[in-house]
Structures are given as structure tokens and as C-alpha cells.
């Protein structure tokens, strides 16, 4: 089990003075939502410096796939993944509960394309559910799925936002283009 050490020294979470000296010191942990062909490449690169790592997916077949090390995208061998798990900065789970074990939280679930050609964010608005029943105080949430402007600030924030917790002050919020080649 990954536990953040800032969680486990009983320490509170300074988000984000704190976050640079910590990674730095691999006592950050850093949740990915989603384990596909973005957030998969970018747990591994993490994990591989030095970062531990807590991937979340509702598949309970990629979840054992990455934890037996075994790559399920063409982006990424088994060789790859393996290092990551032997390292001991990667483990999967399907348990959301966990994300409030985390420091910061990379958002990288899948946005088809609806019928109508607009952005299904089912799977974003669910991992915003999951992300908000685990928000503590300090950590920094980054939303990397594709989307359309303003999901971050209309969507996700207020989700965020309904267990009392304040944007700014006792938790982060932030939007990153998804990068297809992290590292």
C-alpha cells in the first residue's frame, strides 16, 4: 500500500510550497486516473523518477495487468512497465477510495466523441465524483482529458467544491493539455 508520507508523519499537506522539496525527495504521491494510452505512459515516466505512484482504473483487467507489469498499449512495452512495478513506484488499483492517499491527482480518463460530435465526459464527471468523496486538504487536482474549454472551471470545480473544501486554499485545481509522449 502507497501512503503518503505526508499522511503518515501526520503532517498537513502544503500545496504548493511543499510539492517541489517533496517530489524531489520522493515523498510525494501522485494518483493517475484512468491507466489508457496518456496516463499509463505518464504513472510509468513518474514512477521511473522516483515517484510513487497509485493508478485508479474501473478495469479490474488492466489493473492486474499493470500490476504483473504488463504493458496494454502499443506506446509502452512490458519491459517498460515491469521496471516501473520492480521499482516499487507503480501499483494499480480499481479502488477510488485510495485517491485520498494521494498528493496530486493527473485526471486522464477517455473522452469520445458522442453522437453528435461533442465530448462525452461521462468518464470525466464520474472521476470527479471518485476524486471528491477522497479530497483532502492540500492536494492539487489536474485535469488532463481532452475536452472543451471551460470543463475544468464549470464541470469538475463545482463537484470538487460540494464537500465544503475551498479552491485556492485548501485544495488545487488545474488544467494540462493531455500529452500523447510524457517525459
Avoid: W
Wanted: charged content about 20%; aromatic content about 4%; overall charge negative.
Amino acid at each position: 500500500m502507497i501512503e503518503s508520507p505526508a499522511a503518515a508523519k501526520g503532517a498537513s499537506r502544503s500545496l504548493p510550497d511543499a510539492v517541489p522539496s517533496r517530489l524531489s525527495s520522493g515523498q510525494t504521491t501522485f494518483g493517475v486516473v484512468g491507466l489508457g494510452y496518456v496516463a499509463l505512459p505518464l504513472a510509468v515516466r513518474a514512477a521511473g523518477r522516483g515517484v510513487s505512484v497509485l493508478g485508479f482504473d474501473v478495469d479490474p483487467g488492466v489493473v492486474d495487468g499493470v500490476n504483473r507489469g504488463r504493458s496494454h498499449i502499443s506506446d509502452l512495452t512490458d519491459e517498460e512497465g515491469a521496471d516501473a512495478r520492480r521499482t516499487g513506484g507503480l501499483e494499480a488499483t480499481a479502488e477510488m477510495a485510495r485517491l485520498g492517499e494521494c498528493d496530486a491527482i493527473s485526471i486522464c480518463v477517455p473522452t469520445p466523441l458522442s453522437r453528435t460530435r461533442d465530448p462525452d465526459i461521462a468518464h470525466i464527471l464520474a472521476a470527479s465524483e471518485a476524486v471528491a468523496a477522497s479530497l483532502g486538504t492540500g492536494q492539487l487536482i489536474v485535469l488532463e482529458s481532452t475536452t472543451y474549454p471551460g470543463t475544468t472551471r464549470e464541470v469538475v470545480l463545482p463537484i470538487l467544491r460540494r464537500g465544503g473544501l475551498a479552491p485556492g486554499r485548501d485544495f488545487f485545481l488545474c488544467f494540462s493539455p493531455e500529452r500523447v509522449a510524457p517525459g
